[in-house]
């Protein structure tokens, strides 16, 4: 039956049971748009920590080899400082022959912080010093 001219069209189902249906719809949609924004937010937040440690641990190491040829203290010291400065967890340091391996950790901002800290290390060895 088509609507007559003068009928009232509503737009929906004869018994109304779709009325709403389309909020409920736009809520879940901006339910899901709000979770998919938070999982971006922290995947990036995790990342970010990552690279705060993995930076942290290259100028320490730097640090690190530009004192091997003093000694093992020194090495690791100069690692330990360089780490500090940089903000994160120094959590050691290893000289084997000239070269100098440090391990820090970077505590992630946010929802990542759960999991734990952000790992990293690295390796160098001696440089020039003039």
Do not use: I, W, Y
Not at 10 to 23: H, I, N, Q
């Amino acid at each position: 039956m088509r609507p007559q001219q003068g009928d009232r069209v509503t737009g929906c189902a004869k018994d109304g049971k779709e009325r709403g249906s389309a909020t409920v719809l736009a809520a879940g949609v901006a339910a899901a748009l709000v979770v998919s924004a938070v999982a971006f937010t922290a995947v990036g937040q995790a990342g970010a920590a990552r690279h705060r440690a993995q930076g942290a641990a290259d100028a320490a190491a730097l640090a690190g080899a530009a004192k091997v040829l003093f000694g093992e203290e020194a090495a690791c010291g100069a690692a330990q400082a360089m780490a500090e400065r940089s903000s994160t967890e120094f959590q050691g340091c290893e000289v084997s022959g000239l070269e100098v391996t440090v391990h820090v950790n970077e505590t992630p901002a946010g929802v990542p912080a759960v999991f734990g800290p952000a790992r990293a290390a690295s390796r160098a060895g001696p440089v020039a010093v003039e």
